[in-house]
């Protein structure tokens, strides 16, 4: 091979393996080239004057051209992945999104949205609770029969142990552990051994609790209007409380919200007929006590609430079971977009 044969074939080596070869048969160990640097010693010193710049000339064109080929192959390598990886990020979202955001996520932050406004901090407890927590704090003795009208799951083990029945013991664990003046919601999972169209074993509930010195009905009663106005978005919610009893509270009272007929359907909002939204009262002085404050300096007032049941009123869903079967369609129908973050200014009703 001829200087001019070696330097087109390098320029025209096909991928970077062919290129190789062509190295290592020219400037490896045993390549063409090498041979011609070594016979430069055994020449005499006018051979060598005359060939040595041929020689040392090929061998550097080769190099050259070599480095050449490989940066130029290298190049057209990365300008084909780039094509083939690429990702159009011009291209539309696809119209239908796989996710979406469940119902009761979607009202828990709508809820936590309202109260947050109104100055409540978010409280937690553990679901696994004992049952001075969830019962004997909250003012209900072993013998006391609403221990039987709750239906609960005990756990296996040392006998004290329930899947919380309610929101309540949070009541109890924030009491125990912040100074008045407290406000607080408490949202979460609680559980209950029933199961119908508007009962699973497993649901949501929210907790509210005020201590502070001087706490009236009227607070309470103000709270919970203002409260579902802005869960409802409308302004003609009317409340109905009803005396009732929990050993938590004294008084104690169930609160109605009045419907209408609207188009045929039953909707939140002026006062045909009434259906039950919430539990509430003024925290039994008792419960105050069991939590290590004095009842003659604190008051307060606690209620509680259906996540899945005020999700239900508002959306319209009317089988509570679905909440929790997972099932994609339904998820499609009631489930909310990422984007409908609940906010008071843009409405919470996404
Ligand atoms: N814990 C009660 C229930 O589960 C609701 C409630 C909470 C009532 C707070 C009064 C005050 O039914």
Redesign the pocket.
């Given at each position: 091979m001829n200087r001019d044969e070696i330097l087109s074939r390098i320029a025209a080596a096909p991928d970077l393996g062919a290129l190789e070869s062509l190295r290592v048969e020219t400037l490896g160990k045993s390549g063409s080239v090498t041979a011609l640097l070594k016979s430069l010693g055994q020449m005499d010193a006018d051979t060598r004057t005359r060939e040595g710049p041929a020689i040392h000339g090929l061998r550097e064109a080769v190099t050259n051209g070599i480095a050449e080929r490989k940066a130029a192959l290298e190049n057209a390598e990365l300008d084909r992945r780039l094509a083939t990886e690429r990702l159009d990020l011009s291209l539309p979202a696809p119209s239908s999104p796989k996710g979406s955001i469940h119902p009761v996520s979607q009202v828990l932050d709508e809820l936590t949205e309202i109260f947050a406004d109104l100055g409540f901090a978010v409280a937690e407890g553990p679901e696994i609770e004992d049952d001075w927590h969830n019962f004997t704090a909250l003012n209900i003795p072993e013998t006391h029969p609403a221990r039987a009208m709750h239906d609960t799951f005990y756990v296996e083990g040392d006998g004290h142990h329930v899947l919380r029945?309610?929101?309540?013991p949070v009541?109890i664990r924030t009491m125990q552990t912040q100074k008045p003046p407290i406000r607080i919601i408490a949202p979460g999972r609680?559980y209950r051994s029933d199961s119908d169209a508007t009962h699973t074993p497993m649901f949501h509930?929210i907790?509210g609790l005020v201590i502070d010195r001087g706490i009236t009905l009227g607070h309470l009663k103000w709270t919970l209007e203002t409260f579902l106005k802005a869960f409802f978005e409308r302004d003609d919610i009317v409340l109905r409380m009803r005396p009732s009893y929990?050993p938590?509270?004294e008084p104690?009272a169930e609160v109605d919200v009045g419907w209408s007929m609207e188009k045929g359907r039953r909707v939140v909002g002026g006062s045909e007929g009434w259906m039950e939204v919430l539990?509430?009262?003024m925290v039994h002085p008792k419960v105050i006590a069991n939590c290590g404050l004095d009842p003659n300096e604190w008051q307060g007032f606690?209620?509680?609430?259906g996540v899945d049941r005020l999700a239900m009123l508002k959306y319209g869903m009317d089988d509570l079971r679905a909440f929790f079967d997972g099932d994609l369609r339904w998820m499609k129908h009631y489930g909310f977009r990422f984007f409908d973050v609940p906010t008071l200014s843009g409405g919470v009703g996404a």
């Open positions: 029945t309610h929101t309540s009541q609680v509930q907790e929990f938590f509270t104690s539990g509430s009262g606690a209620f509680g609430t």
